[in-house]
């Protein structure tokens, strides 16, 4: 069974930065890919930011130059470096493990201006 578990969310000031990290298991981790999406209140769920398994990354365009997605296959964890966080980026973020249709619980990220 694959599990997916967030961390690192919390309440930060506009300008500032989080780190979300992702523990994964029950897959074959380095073969997989890996993404981050995040859900606001009132809107729908949406794309963050992918990884493949050779490190090909994606970004949604309001992530871009301020987001970053890395992969650490030896410890099955995805990490997403938040810089710049703005208002707008509150949200709950998800991690998912996409060929196994899973998700995890969320973490919740504030960003207060």
């Known amino acids: 069974q694959v599990q997916l578990v967030e961390s690192g969310g919390g309440l930060v000031q506009a300008g500032g930065s989080l780190r979300l990290s992702c523990a994964a298991s029950?897959?074959?981790?380095?073969?997989?890919?890996m993404g981050w999406y995040r859900q606001a209140p009132g809107k729908q769920r949406e794309l963050v930011a992918t990884?493949?398994?050779?490190?090909?990354?994606n970004y949604a365009d309001s992530v871009k130059d301020r987001f970053t997605i890395s992969r650490d296959n030896g410890n099955n964890m995805v990490h997403l470096q938040m810089n710049s966080l703005k208002p707008e980026d509150t949200a709950v973020y998800y991690c998912?493990?996409?060929?196994?249709?899973?998700w995890g619980r969320g973490t919740q990220v504030t960003v207060s201006s």
């Open positions: 998912n493990a996409p060929a196994y249709f899973a």
């Open positions: 029950g897959l074959i981790f380095s073969i997989n890919t």
């Open positions: 990884i493949t398994s050779r490190s090909r990354l």
